[in-house]
């Protein structure tokens, strides 16, 4: 039954992928883009929905990825529906590649285990996947502004990827704060020094503490403020996603 | 320059404050295990659980403050044996013969001294690890006791027999596990032994990784446990990955992480 | 003085908390890869006090755990950076307190110190767990057993182990195996006087500033039920948990004061900042 139903969270998960990837394909034809996003969306919800269902009232590690991209695919179609279309166009290469990546590289080998038997590990996966969501979408958008800067174009919405990494903040504070009390309950203490991937998930939060003042202050003008916001990307990628990936898994379909 | 002044002296300061370590001061950190030197040949030693031991010697008293079962006193002349493994690290330290009683069925027991031991009466036999012989073991006398089941610590403290968890909670790497004899060299007085061991092993490693570094194919291979519902297989840091690795295999497992 | 007034006012500046937050940045970022490639330097700060880790792992490693200390110090500099601009701007809000806005608005602008302020009292309390408190690890009990709850006259005794095992198909990896544990344990304190309370997985015990926590246990399948069971618990005295959790509650609270007066100025600005175009 454990294997069936780890087979179809990543099948699930491979059919997610491969919707995103065709609605990055499909960008100039926009409704069959926006419907096939809306497709990879609900996949996704299935892969991860197996996943839970497979593992519950547990939850199994190193999840965030596929909750990651679900997260990224569910900003992007409300973005869609709220009218931000560049936005969308922006969000979705980042979304394929990270589905992509995922799909291939998954960390799905781990069993859910007892300690993992609580509301906090489940909040933790969901707060930390929307938050870092939103702080890639800030990074997009943030591009998106220097691009249309560059092109001497005034900016749409000079202050929405401000807006996007302060929501991403805060939704990322509270999964650590969920971490927290799960690490307390399960292992003693608020913080222990088992994972090596707690300094990144450290870095990643001063960074976008740091950015928070930037915003707050306006020390900083708005092309360096989205500078900022562009760099971020990279440090979530290295260090707050990659270590949750595993090696390369060919998919069985292709075997 | 004054303000720098005042820098340099702040920074001095801290660095001054540091608590450097002294000559002759050592701390061996041996995956989970660490091996502390103190003065006048005494030992602060962390077992596999995080359980802190003194080793002292036998003309030393022995510091204030200390339960029996927390104070070893060595060389050790009297070891009860769980393990295979560790009774061979005692052989390559030259203190198997310090070894006077083993757990499981005799039959199983393959090093020289143990079988022979157990054959002659020498070394005892205490029964499964599941259930040892209590009356046995006491009658034993043991100054240690060498284990990786921790349910037995406390009636071993209430015997006032100092017990070591020879097994850490992750899955230790190559290197550790050559390196675990100098983490039992203190008990024996062996130090030098285990340095030449791991020398010699690591050698024969690199002389190895040289040769299957040049092979065309990489045979895929994992090591664990088929149970009927799950599969229970070595992490990729852990020393039975590495040695595949070593010996030129595939481990199809080599980016999990845990204990063994 | 004039020294003491400069100290202030540099450490009272907002570009020092970007450079500090950007430091710790870097400074976390080179701890990953030695984190990552020795983790056995820095797990044992798990059941270390700080400065016996430092005196052992710490500092017979610096190769490795530099970045510790120069977190450390960042951290220690953060602090003095956060309480200086705190006081600095709580001072300034006080003072302009007839505003224009209502009372709520004022209120609202407490919302980022008071998120300073649960920051520092995080730290603190992060602080004293690892510097004072108690934290004994490894009291390996059968039922029946008794342990001293660290020399107070306080006594732990294990009553009674049950086991749940998970029942069901689904979860096939967990059939037969314990999913939860329910200790009973008994506490008496030097009068006599018994407390009995229920642990388990993820469900420690609090018993006169202590807490009780499970490490490890036997049954852990259901086919070992026979042998005798047993259980490992750690007994802690964390003067700096409740602090550290108030810090999380303040914080939340600071966050949310921060959103209302966000979406608050945002019904206010939105049409203007639409009117008068991207600054």
Same mark, same amino acid.
């Given at each position: 039954?454990?294997?069936?139903?780890?087979?179809?969270?990543?099948?699930?998960?491979?059919?997610?992928?491969?919707?995103?990837?065709?609605?990055?394909?499909?960008?100039?034809?926009?409704?069959?883009?926006?419907?096939?996003?809306?497709?990879?969306?609900?996949?996704?919800?299935?892969?991860?929905?197996?996943?839970?269902?497979?593992?519950?009232?547990?939850?199994?590690?190193?999840?965030?990825?596929?909750?990651?991209?679900?997260?990224? =695919?569910? $900003?992007? /179609?409300?973005?869609?529906?709220? !009218?931000? +279309?560049? *936005?969308?166009?922006? #969000?979705?290469?980042?979304? %394929?590649?990270?589905?992509?990546?995922?799909?291939?590289?998954?960390?799905?080998?781990?069993?859910?285990?007892?300690?993992?038997?609580?509301?906090?590990?489940?909040?933790?996966?969901?707060?930390?996947?929307?938050?870092?969501?939103?702080?890639?979408?800030?990074?997009?958008? =943030?591009? $998106?502004? /220097?691009?249309?800067?560059?092109? !001497?174009? +005034?900016? *749409?919405?000079?202050? #929405?990827?401000?807006?996007? %990494?302060?929501?991403?903040?805060?939704?990322?504070?509270?999964?650590?704060?969920?971490?927290?009390?799960?690490?307390?309950?399960?292992?003693?203490?608020?913080?222990?020094?088992?994972?090596?991937?707690?300094?990144?998930?450290?870095?990643?939060?001063?960074?976008?503490?740091?950015?928070?003042?930037?915003?707050?202050?306006?020390?900083?003008?708005?092309?360096?403020?989205?500078?900022?916001?562009?760099?971020?990307? %990279?440090?979530?990628?290295?260090?707050?996603?990659?270590?949750?990936?595993?090696?390369?898994?060919?998919?069985?379909?292709?075997? | 320059?004054?303000?720098?002044?005042?820098?340099?002296?702040?920074?001095?300061?801290?660095?001054?404050?540091?608590?450097?370590?002294?000559?002759?001061?050592?701390?061996?950190?041996?995956?989970?295990?660490?091996?502390?030197?103190?003065?006048?040949?005494?030992?602060?030693?962390?077992?596999?659980?995080?359980?802190?031991?003194?080793?002292?010697?036998?003309?030393?008293?022995?510091?204030?403050?200390?339960?029996?079962?927390?104070?070893?006193?060595?060389?050790?002349?009297?070891?009860?044996?769980?393990?295979?493994?560790?009774?061979?690290?005692?052989?390559?330290?030259?203190?198997?013969?310090?070894?006077?009683?083993?757990?499981?069925?005799?039959?199983?027991?393959?090093?020289?001294?143990?079988?022979?031991?157990?054959?002659?009466?020498?070394?005892?036999?205490?029964?499964?690890?599941?259930?040892?012989?209590?009356?046995?073991?006491?009658?034993?006398?043991?100054?240690?006791?060498?284990?990786?089941?921790?349910?037995?610590?406390?009636?071993?403290?209430?015997?006032?027999?100092?017990?070591?968890?020879?097994?850490?909670?992750?899955?230790?790497?190559?290197?550790?596990?050559?390196?675990?004899?100098?983490?039992?060299?203190?008990?024996?007085?062996?130090?030098?032994?285990?340095?030449?061991?791991?020398?010699?092993?690591?050698?024969?490693?690199?002389?190895?990784?040289?040769?299957?570094?040049?092979?065309?194919?990489?045979?895929?291979?994992?090591?664990?446990?088929?149970?009927?519902?799950?599969?229970?297989?070595?992490?990729?840091?852990?020393?039975?990955?590495?040695?595949?690795?070593?010996?030129?295999?595939?481990?199809?497992?080599?980016?999990?992480?845990?204990?063994? | 003085?004039?020294?003491?007034?400069?100290?202030?006012?540099?450490?009272?500046?907002?570009?020092?908390?970007?450079?500090?937050?950007?430091?710790?940045?870097?400074?976390?970022?080179?701890?990953?890869?030695?984190?990552?490639?020795?983790?056995?330097?820095?797990?044992?700060?798990?059941?270390?006090?700080?400065?016996?880790?430092?005196?052992?792992?710490?500092?017979?490693?610096?190769?490795?755990?530099?970045?510790?200390?120069?977190?450390?110090?960042?951290?220690?500099?953060?602090?003095?950076?956060?309480?200086?601009?705190?006081?600095?701007?709580?001072?300034?809000?006080?003072?302009?307190?007839?505003?224009?806005?209502?009372?709520?608005?004022?209120?609202?602008?407490?919302?980022?110190?008071?998120?300073?302020?649960?920051?520092?009292?995080?730290?603190?309390?992060?602080?004293?767990?690892?510097?004072?408190?108690?934290?004994?690890?490894?009291?390996?009990?059968?039922?029946?057993?008794?342990?001293?709850?660290?020399?107070?006259?306080?006594?732990?005794?294990?009553?009674?182990?049950?086991?749940?095992?998970?029942?069901?198909?689904?979860?096939?990896?967990?059939?037969?195996?314990?999913?939860?544990?329910?200790?009973?344990?008994?506490?008496?304190?030097?009068?006599?006087?018994?407390?009995?309370?229920?642990?388990?997985?993820?469900?420690?015990?609090?018993?006169?500033?202590?807490?009780?926590?499970?490490?490890?246990?036997?049954?852990?399948?259901?086919?070992?039920?026979?042998?005798?069971?047993?259980?490992?618990?750690?007994?802690?005295?964390?003067?700096?948990?409740?602090?550290?959790?108030?810090?999380?509650?303040?914080?939340?609270?600071?966050?949310?004061?921060?959103?209302?007066?966000?979406?608050?100025?945002?019904?206010?600005?939105?049409?203007?900042?639409?009117?008068?175009?991207?600054?």
């Amino acid at each position: 039954m454990t294997l069936l139903l780890n087979q179809w969270t990543l099948n699930a998960f491979y059919l997610a992928a491969g919707f995103y990837v065709l609605a990055l394909a499909a960008l100039r034809f926009e409704r069959l883009s926006g419907l096939l996003l809306a497709l990879g969306f609900s996949a996704n919800l299935a892969s991860v929905g197996i996943k839970l269902y497979g593992s519950w009232p547990m939850q199994a590690p190193h999840q965030e990825p596929f909750w990651l991209v679900l997260c990224l =695919a569910g $900003l992007g /179609l409300g973005v869609l529906l709220s !009218g931000k +279309r560049d *936005l969308v166009r922006g #969000l979705l290469p980042v979304i %394929a590649f990270l589905a992509l990546y995922t799909a291939l590289f998954p960390k799905s080998d781990y069993l859910p285990f007892p300690r993992s038997r609580t509301v906090f590990a489940h909040l933790m996966v969901l707060l930390s996947g929307l938050g870092k969501a939103l702080f890639c979408a800030a990074g997009v958008e =943030a591009a $998106l502004f /220097l691009r249309r800067r560059k092109k !001497g174009v +005034r900016p *749409l919405r000079p202050r #929405l990827f401000g807006r996007l %990494a302060v929501w991403g903040f805060i939704s990322f504070t509270l999964s650590l704060f969920a971490a927290d009390t799960w690490s307390y309950l399960g292992w003693t203490s608020p913080v222990v020094w088992r994972e090596y991937i707690m300094t990144s998930v450290m870095a990643v939060w001063f960074y976008y503490g740091a950015f928070l003042h930037l915003y707050l202050l306006q020390s900083w003008s708005l092309g360096r403020q989205a500078w900022f916001a562009l760099a971020g990307l %990279a440090l979530l990628f290295y260090f707050a996603y990659l270590p949750e990936t595993g090696q390369f898994l060919m998919p069985r379909f292709l075997i | 320059m004054g303000r720098l002044k005042i820098h340099l002296l702040i920074l001095l300061f801290l660095v001054a404050s540091f608590p450097w370590p002294a000559r002759g001061e050592d701390f061996l950190v041996l995956g989970e295990f660490s091996v502390r030197s103190l003065d006048q040949g005494l030992y602060e030693l962390t077992d596999g659980l995080g359980r802190m031991l003194t080793l002292v010697p036998r003309d030393r008293e022995v510091p204030p403050g200390l339960a029996p079962d927390e104070v070893v006193r060595i060389p050790v002349e009297r070891a009860v044996v769980y393990s295979g493994r560790d009774a061979s690290f005692l052989d390559v330290l030259g203190a198997a013969g310090a070894i006077v009683g083993v757990t499981g069925h005799p039959e199983d027991w393959t090093l020289p001294q143990v079988a022979e031991g157990l054959a002659s009466g020498r070394v005892a036999g205490l029964g499964l690890s599941s259930s040892i012989d209590l009356e046995k073991l006491i009658r034993l006398k043991p100054e240690l006791v060498l284990t990786w089941d921790e349910s037995i610590i406390p009636k071993m403290s209430e015997l006032g027999i100092p017990t070591v968890i020879t097994y850490g909670e992750t899955a230790a790497d190559l290197e550790t596990y050559i390196n675990l004899t100098r983490f039992l060299a203190p008990f024996f007085g062996a130090q030098e032994r285990a340095l030449e061991f791991v020398e010699r092993s690591m050698a024969v490693l690199e002389e190895v990784r040289a040769v299957t570094k040049k092979a065309d194919r990489r045979p895929k291979a994992i090591w664990g446990d088929i149970y009927e519902k799950r599969v229970l297989v070595e992490p990729g840091h852990s020393w039975a990955a590495q040695l595949i690795k070593a010996v030129g295999g595939d481990y199809l497992f080599d980016d999990i992480a845990g204990s063994s | 003085m004039r020294a003491a007034k400069a100290i202030w006012s540099f450490l009272g500046r907002a570009d020092l908390t970007l450079y500090v937050l950007l430091a710790l940045v870097a400074d976390l970022c080179a701890g990953f890869f030695h984190f990552r490639a020795e983790p056995q330097l820095f797990g044992p700060l798990d059941r270390l006090m700080l400065w016996d880790w430092i005196t052992t792992y710490g500092r017979f490693h610096l190769a490795e755990t530099w970045w510790f200390f120069v977190f450390m110090g960042l951290m220690l500099l953060l602090v003095l950076n956060t309480s200086v601009c705190t006081i600095n701007r709580v001072a300034g809000l006080i003072r302009i307190r007839s505003g224009e806005t209502g009372r709520l608005d004022y209120l609202l602008r407490f919302s980022p110190h008071l998120m300073h302020l649960a920051f520092l009292v995080l730290l603190v309390s992060m602080l004293a767990s690892y510097v004072v408190g108690v934290n004994l690890r490894n009291n390996i009990l059968s039922p029946g057993r008794t342990v001293d709850l660290a020399q107070t006259g306080h006594r732990l005794r294990l009553e009674k182990m049950e086991v749940e095992y998970y029942q069901g198909r689904r979860l096939s990896f967990f059939e037969n195996r314990a999913i939860d544990q329910d200790l009973t344990l008994a506490f008496t304190d030097p009068r006599g006087r018994e407390t009995v309370r229920h642990l388990g997985i993820n469900k420690p015990v609090r018993y006169r500033g202590f807490s009780v926590h499970i490490k490890n246990y036997q049954p852990q399948t259901r086919n070992r039920a026979g042998r005798p069971g047993w259980a490992n618990l750690i007994v802690r005295k964390d003067p700096g948990v409740g602090g550290f959790f108030a810090g999380v509650g303040l914080f939340v609270l600071g966050l949310t004061g921060y959103l209302i007066q966000t979406l608050r100025k945002n019904a206010r600005s939105g049409p203007k900042e639409q009117a008068h175009g991207p600054a």
